[in-house]
């Protein structure tokens, strides 16, 4: 087991931190943090021999935030361990691109999965994951990855995608702030992209910034930040299909 290991992770609801943690738990002994979706903060460089980064998928691909921080990392030869978390639909070329960035920044990627949490715009999709059974398959890959190391193998991990890369989400539309808001200024200092501003008594979003990654709603605790209904209740209708599917986890060495 590694001393300790760095966790990169860009987790607006949860669960891609989650997950990462989970797997983290099984290979290192301590872990340091380090969150991609703080907007103030310049990227941490990696300190350890292993590091592990965890990406959600928005439409199949990495979200353009999480990429950006990671394209400024120097790899100088460490070993890496990928995932890319996703709310069951599909994470298409999400893995492939994450893998992609970080041997162009010089880390050799040793192990990737692709994990399924909970879906961050309709929650009964994945409901509840990962869960236990989650647990046990990713902690189950942990000991893998450890085995592989200690038997010093280097083949090189392949994961499905295609390249060019799918077109990313733009969808054009964010959050709303419902009449119950109090103006506390939650949403505008945890976006990762800027696009929320509190103007005289209102909360004001730029629609084109905002990359619907929902960090605005999980952190609402008076439950003021929600989709417009047209939106949510189109996706409901769009992935309703997928709440009584249990998709499992893909693992890649």
Do not use: W
């Not at 709310?87 to 893995?95: H, I, K, N, P, T």
């Amino acid at each position: 087991m590694f001393h300790e290991t760095e966790l990169y992770y860009f987790s607006p609801t949860g669960g891609t931190k989650k997950a990462g943690e989970i797997f983290c738990r099984g290979i290192a002994k301590t872990v340091k943090f380090v969150n991609l979706g703080l907007r103030e903060k310049a990227i941490e460089q990696p300190d350890n021999e292993l590091v592990v980064v965890a990406a959600p998928v928005f439409g199949g691909r990495i979200p353009s935030v999480a990429a950006e921080k990671l394209n400024r990392l120097d790899g100088n030869g460490k070993k890496a361990v990928t995932l890319a978390v996703y709310g069951v639909r599909a994470y298409e070329d999400a893995l492939l691109e994450l893998n992609q960035i970080l041997e162009a920044r010089g880390f050799q990627v040793i192990a990737s999965a692709a994990l399924v949490a909970q879906h961050s715009i309709v929650p009964e999709v994945g409901q509840g994951r990962p869960d236990e059974q989650d647990e046990e398959a990713i902690l189950d890959f942990a000991k893998k990855v450890l085995n592989k190391e200690e038997k010093g193998e280097e083949d090189q991990v392949k994961v499905p995608g295609n390249y060019p890369y799918k077109n990313g989400m733009n969808m054009a539309v964010s959050p709303i702030s419902l009449p119950s808001c109090v103006q506390c200024g939650t949403c505008a200092s945890v976006c990762p992209v800027g696009a929320i501003r509190l103007e005289s008594d209102a909360v004001v979003t730029d629609v084109q910034a905002c990359i619907l990654c929902m960090t605005c709603t999980a952190v609402c605790k008076k439950r003021a930040r929600v989709l417009p209904s047209p939106l949510q209740e189109g996706m409901n209708q769009k992935l309703g299909a997928l709440k009584d599917i249990r998709r499992e986890n893909e693992f890649f060495l």
